[in-house]
Each structure stands twice: as C-alpha cells, then as structure tokens.
C-alpha cells in the first residue's frame, strides 16, 4: 500500500513540476517534502490538537501538494514576483527596501535572488516562527548590535539608522563584498568580522567574549542564526554574562532536532528569562526530520535582566 502511496505522490509532483515548478512563494516542489507532508498528516490523523498554531499548520498542509518550511496561512501573502531587482555598475543585484536601503545579494539568476529575498520577508513576518523582534523585544534607539550568522544582514539594514554601530559576524568570503555595498552608507558604523563564532577561539573561529573584550564594548542586542552552533556561541560568552550587563539574544532553534531543548537546557542554568515564538517550523536541511517534526523557530532571551 505504501508502495503504491509513493507511487502516486511521486506521479503528482512530477506532473505538477511541469505545469509550475515553484509555488509563489518560490519553494520548488520536490518528491522529498512531498513524503515529509503526507508523513505529518498521518502523524498527526487521530491525535488531539489543542495548540492554535498547529491546528493552523495541519490545515495548511492539508491545503498543499507538499510540506514548506513556514506552515502557516500569513506566508501566503508573499510572492517573489512582487520582488524587483536592479543591478548595479558591477553587476550585482539589489533590492530597494527603501528609497535610502540596498539590499545587496549575491550574484545570480535574478528570479532565484527574488526567491531569496521574499523568503527574507517570510522570516521577518510578524506572525513569523523566526521572527527576531516583536513588539516587547525590541532593538532600541543606541544599541550595539551584534548580527551573528549575518549573510546578507537584512535585520542590521532594517535597523542600521537606529543602532549606535552594528558588528557583522560572516566567515563566508562571497557575502563580504555584498555587506560593503549594502552598508557603505555607513561604512563609519559597521564593523564585518570575517570569522565563524563558537566556544573557541583560532585562526578561523572566535568567542564573543574575545572579540567584545578586545573592543572594550558589550552589545545591546545579539542575533543568533548559525545553521545549529548556537549552542557553541552562547557557551562562548560567559564572560559578557558575568558583566551583568542586560542583553538581550535572539537565538534560533530549528536547525537540528533537539536544538530547542538544548538552548533552553543551557539559558535555564543561567538563570535567564526567555520566551518562545509562537508558530512552528518544518525543517530538516541539517538532520533527518522525524516525529513530532514540528520546531520551535526562536528563542527571545533576556540574559542579565
């Protein structure tokens, strides 16, 4: 029966790929969401749901041929196509975020920098799962802000007139002209670190409580999106913590499994308040998905407060 399932899932999508293959969204269909959405509405076919925003994600699936990262109904109000690009004297593609904001991207086929982009503004949606700042989580007028995991540094532009001066944590060398670009503007606030942030410091890695000490600062507000080591980078802040000085961090928790738990396991020892955001992720980029599938996106963490 199974067999015959698979079957008919994979004749679907392979129909549907040739008719559209990407939803407006820019998500292209693949055979592997298929199995993973047909997984979850099974999982989940004769167990009592209480949480609003899972009931919102199963009727969702439900909805649609395959699974998606954000299951929720706000992610349909985003479409790439609403994205327009233009090109600088180099080549490389922006997006006007406002008449005074670039957001430069790295090069490529245009429509597939417009999926990126639009995915940007499906993370930051206020009914977001990874959304960073809500109403009483806010990067204030002043603030130093470390963007940790920066890659095109979408939430540093947003806020850049604010902030006192940003510092942009990216290893990956093909973003850094991106970054002086998109923040030449103000070139005299912005510092980019070209290092990986962990619990140790060499020639390719860095601890935060290293870097801040040597520039005598601590920051005000810390995001951290670094693909499953956020872990690794909290541990490697003990010191900014015994400054007890307020802070407050916006770490993800969907990149593996058990990361959530394992971010609140650590933020609990110290004592620290946090909140979760609401919604739920589908996610498996980084570990096999498996039951109950659903993660938390973000933590909102106060440390020191």
């Given at each position: 029966?199974?067999?015959?399932?698979r079957?008919?899932?994979?004749?679907?999508?392979?129909?549907?790929?040739?008719?559209?293959?990407?939803?407006?969204?820019?998500?292209?269909?693949?055979?592997?969401?298929?199995?993973?959405?047909?997984?979850?509405?099974?999982?989940?076919?004769?167990?009592?749901?209480?949480?609003?925003?899972?009931?919102?994600?199963?009727?969702?699936?439900?909805?649609?041929?395959?699974?998606?990262?954000?299951?929720?109904?706000?992610?349909?109000?985003?479409?790439?196509?609403?994205?327009?690009?233009?090109?600088?004297?180099?080549?490389?593609?922006?997006?006007?975020?406002?008449?005074?904001?670039?957001?430069?991207?790295l090069?490529?086929?245009?429509?597939?920098?417009?999926?990126?982009?639009?995915s940007?503004?499906?993370?930051?949606?206020?009914?977001?799962?990874?959304?960073?700042?809500?109403?009483?989580?806010?990067?204030?007028?002043?603030?130093?802000?470390?963007?940790?995991?920066?890659?095109?540094?979408?939430?540093?532009?947003?806020?850049?007139?604010?902030?006192?001066?940003?510092?942009?944590?990216?290893?990956?060398?093909?973003?850094?002209?991106?970054l002086?670009?998109?923040?030449?503007?103000?070139?005299?606030?912005?510092?980019?670190v070209?290092?990986?942030?962990?619990?140790?410091?060499?020639?390719n890695?860095?601890?935060?409580?290293?870097?801040?000490?040597?520039?005598?600062?601590?920051?005000?507000?810390?995001?951290?999106?670094?693909?499953?080591?956020?872990?690794?980078?909290?541990?490697?802040?003990?010191?900014?913590?015994?400054?007890?000085?307020?802070?407050?961090?916006?770490?993800?928790?969907?990149?593996?499994?058990?990361?959530?738990?394992?971010?609140?396991?650590?933020?609990?020892?110290?004592?620290?308040?946090?909140?979760?955001?609401?919604?739920?992720?589908?996610?498996?980029?980084?570990?096999?998905?498996?039951?109950?599938?659903?993660?938390?996106?973000?933590?909102?963490?106060?440390?020191n407060?």
């Amino acid at each position: 029966m199974k067999k015959i399932s698979r079957f008919f899932d994979w004749l679907y999508i392979f129909l549907l790929k040739r008719i559209r293959p990407y939803d407006k969204q820019g998500m292209p269909l693949r055979q592997r969401r298929r199995r993973i959405r047909r997984e979850v509405l099974s999982y989940y076919q004769n167990q009592t749901i209480d949480d609003p925003f899972f009931k919102e994600a199963i009727s969702y699936l439900r909805h649609r041929p395959d699974a998606v990262f954000f299951p929720a109904f706000f992610r349909d109000k985003y479409e790439y196509r609403q994205i327009h690009l233009q090109l600088d004297s180099d080549g490389v593609p922006y997006w006007l975020m406002t008449p005074e904001k670039k957001l430069y991207f790295l090069p490529g086929k245009l429509n597939e920098v417009a999926m990126s982009i639009n995915s940007l503004r499906i993370e930051q949606d206020e009914h977001s799962p990874h959304r960073y700042i809500t109403p009483g989580f806010q990067i204030e007028e002043g603030d130093i802000l470390a963007d940790v995991g920066c890659a095109e540094a979408f939430l540093s532009l947003q806020y850049i007139e604010k902030v006192k001066h940003v510092y942009l944590f990216e290893r990956d060398p093909i973003w850094i002209n991106v970054l002086q670009k998109t923040f030449a503007p103000w070139k005299d606030k912005v510092t980019i670190v070209p290092k990986y942030v962990s619990d140790h410091d060499d020639d390719n890695n860095v601890r935060l409580d290293t870097y801040f000490t040597k520039e005598g600062v601590c920051p005000d507000f810390i995001k951290l999106d670094v693909e499953g080591v956020e872990c690794k980078v909290l541990n490697g802040m003990k010191t900014l913590f015994d400054t007890e000085k307020p802070m407050k961090i916006a770490a993800c928790t969907y990149h593996y499994h058990d990361e959530y738990r394992d971010v609140i396991d650590l933020v609990s020892r110290y004592g620290f308040r946090y909140e979760t955001s609401d919604g739920w992720m589908l996610f498996g980029l980084y570990d096999e998905m498996r039951p109950p599938y659903f993660r938390h996106g973000m933590v909102r963490i106060w440390a020191n407060s």
